[in-house]
Structures are given as C-alpha cells and as structure tokens.
C-alpha cells in the first residue's frame, strides 16, 4: 500500500482515541519550544551559503538511503517504543538546557538544544512512520546533531583552514615551477587580508577560500555513513579522518586550478571560479561517497 495511503488509513482508525491527540500534543509543544533553534539555524542558512550547500547535500543523502536502504512504513502514526525513547530524550535534554544553567555555571549546557531539537524530529518521524525508520533517524539525527555543532565553529576556524589553504597551495603550485609568497596585507579599516603571491599576481585568500563549505560537508557524509553502516568508535573516526582529508585535497586542488587558469582567463574570472568551485566540490562528494561504501544499490532490509 502507498505511503499516503497507509497515513490516511491510520489517521481515520486512529483519530478518535484521546491518546493520539496526546501524542500530537507532546509533539506540538516540543515544535513550538524548539522553533527558535529552527529558526537560527534557517537564518543561518540563508547568510552562509556554505551551510545552506551541506544542508542539500544531507538532504540528498538521506534521500538515498531512503531509496537504497531498505526503509519500510510499519504502524505509523503510533507512539512506538523507538519514537517514545527519542521523545523522552527530547525532552530531558531540553529540561536541562534550562534546568542546568540554574545550578551551576556551565555554558556548554545552552548547547543541549541542539542533541535536543535532532532527537526531537527522529522522534516524530518514528511516530509518523514507525518502527522501520529506526536506522534511517538514527543515522540523520546523528549527522544533523554534528551538522548543527560544527555550524557554530565555523567562525572560529576561518583564518586557520584558510592559512592551511594558502599554505599547501602555495607549496603544491611551487611543484609545478610557480613562484609564490605568502602574507598579511593591511587594511585602513577591517582585518589584514591573507594574500598569495603567485608570479606577482596577487590572490587574496578569502574566507571562501578557507575549504569550511567542502570539509564541512565531506565531514558530514563520512559520518553519515559511518552511524549507517554502525561502525565501532576507531573506524568511525578513521570515516571522518578520511572525509576532512579529501575534502581538504580537494580544496587546494580547487584553490590551485584556479590560480593557474586565472592568467588566461581574466575577463571570464568569476565564471571560471564558480565553474571550478562547482565541479571540484562535487567531485570531491562523489568520491566519499563511493570510497566510504555509500549505498548506490538497493540493500536487503536489516
């Protein structure tokens, strides 16, 4: 029976019983507590394209493990015992963000939420769609949770992923017989800017530059599949090794095209650049994807 179907049925069976509206209840009021988080954060992507361009890429995944990995539609619509657990979660957490700060001085606890508000929607798809999205919520509410962690870092890690880019690209261009330097220029107003030399062309290394967007999301989906395939602590952390590695190669692998293409290809330098950014971050996803054993084929149901 269609997934439509099956909710019509279980709402028409089900919306007589107080219970249900119970249930619909508690989740209203978690929504509703949670909406500022949610509104944060669509801000946020909105400014930062980088964080928007992750948040497709998770989407898009989770969309593939939806069509590959055997996700099933049991009694939805029911508090099942997996959406009662994330429920609870989601509302002790969220207790302690507010309850923690009162007796104690502990800052960290403000960030509750965010583990808060990601057990808060793996509960509500269980109990849309039951039992048989266990491991699909499970896998996403982990990867968001760190999605929405690592959000907050980016501004913290601007200058040393971009001094790591100038670096390696500078020494990856001098293998190919360039001359560069790299360095501080000052500005009458606002911070130096980081620029690279390369045979007396000027490039300023932006926080564009600075590889957060494709590390972010190589990051992500090394973890993703990590929690999918339930791997122990020591080869999930070899997942996530692996993904912040290539998604810093590709980086400087970027950073470097274009700098050897700019020479030639000045009046169409934008053009360049978006065209280069686009195909190396979507090479560089491609290739975790494949290398870290991402579903491209339907799998047995587990």
Not at 10 to 24: A, D, G, I, M, N
Not at 92 to 102: H, I, S
Not at 217 to 229: F, G, M, Q, V
Not at 244 to 264: E, H, Q
Request: charged share 10%; hydrophobic share 55%.
């Amino acid at each position: 029976m269609p997934i439509r179907q099956q909710l019509v049925s279980s709402f028409t069976e089900k919306y007589r019983q107080p219970s249900f509206w119970l249930h619909v209840l508690l989740f209203g009021l978690l929504t509703a507590a949670l909406w500022p988080l949610t509104t944060w954060f669509a801000q946020t992507a909105n400014d930062q394209s980088r964080i928007f361009n992750a948040l497709i890429v998770l989407v898009a995944a989770s969309v593939l493990l939806v069509r590959f990995g055997g996700v099933t539609v049991t009694q939805p619509l029911e508090l099942n015992a997996s959406a009662r657990r994330a429920l609870y979660a989601a509302y002790g957490l969220l207790m302690a963000t507010y309850l923690v700060p009162m007796v104690a001085d502990a800052a960290w606890a403000r960030l509750l939420i965010i583990p808060a508000y990601c057990c808060a929607l793996a509960a509500m798809v269980r109990f849309v769609f039951g039992e048989g999205t266990q491991r699909l919520t499970r896998t996403v509410a982990g990867t968001l949770c760190a999605f929405l962690l690592l959000s907050i870092l980016m501004e913290p890690l601007d200058w040393p992923l971009r001094s790591m880019a100038g670096q390696w690209s500078g020494y990856v261009l001098g293998l190919f017989g360039q001359s560069t330097d790299l360095g501080l220029v000052g500005q009458e107003a606002g911070p130096p800017m980081l620029i690279l030399m390369v045979n007396d062309y000027p490039f300023h290394v932006a926080s564009e530059c600075n590889g957060f967007g494709v590390i972010l999301t190589s990051l992500l989906l090394s973890l993703l599949l990590a929690i999918y395939r339930r791997l122990n602590v020591f080869d999930l952390c070899l997942n996530m090794l692996a993904g912040v590695i290539i998604g810093f190669i590709f980086n400087t692998l970027r950073i470097v095209i274009i700098v050897m293409l700019a020479p030639s290809q000045m009046e169409h330098y934008h053009l360049m650049h978006e065209i280069v950014g686009g195909l190396t971050y979507w090479a560089c996803l491609i290739l975790v994807w494949v290398s870290l054993n991402g579903p491209t084929r339907p799998e047995a149901i587990k």
